[in-house]
């Protein structure tokens, strides 16, 4: 599934994660940046409507069932209430 027009693309080697230049191999190397489908999206958005923090459980869940990692979950919502405050 392609993300929806408008959404932030990456060229789909490399499948939901694609490395750039930057990707170094030992420590303090820079994560990969994650391209979310729009099912993801719509999936994190929603979640995001009903709460804007998440507990743990809730996290494990969102990220067994949308098959992302908990810490790509959290960032997202972090990223997320950032672009909320940055709009009020």
Same mark, same amino acid.
């Given at each position: 599934?392609?993300? *929806?027009? &408008? =959404? @932030? ?12 230049? @930057?990707?170094?191999?030992? !420590? &303090?190397?820079? $994560? ?5 489908? =729009? @099912?993801?999206? *719509?999936? /994190?958005?929603? *979640?995001?409507? !009903? ?8 996290? #494990? #869940? /969102?990220?067994? $069932?949308?098959?992302? *990692? ?9 990223? $997320? #209430?950032?672009? /909320?405050?940055?709009? /009020?």
């Amino acid at each position: 599934s392609r993300p *929806s027009p &408008g =959404a @932030e693309q990456l060229p789909p080697e490399g499948g939901p994660e694609c490395s750039g230049p @930057e990707e170094s191999g030992g !420590r &303090g190397g820079r $994560r990969l940046r994650t391209a979310f489908s =729009a @099912e993801q999206l *719509s999936t /994190l958005e929603s *979640s995001f409507q !009903r709460q804007q923090y998440l507990g743990a459980a809730e996290r #494990r #869940r /969102l990220a067994g $069932r949308m098959r992302l *990692s908990e810490v790509q979950i959290k960032t997202w919502f972090q990223n $997320r #209430r950032m672009k /909320l405050k940055r709009q /009020l």
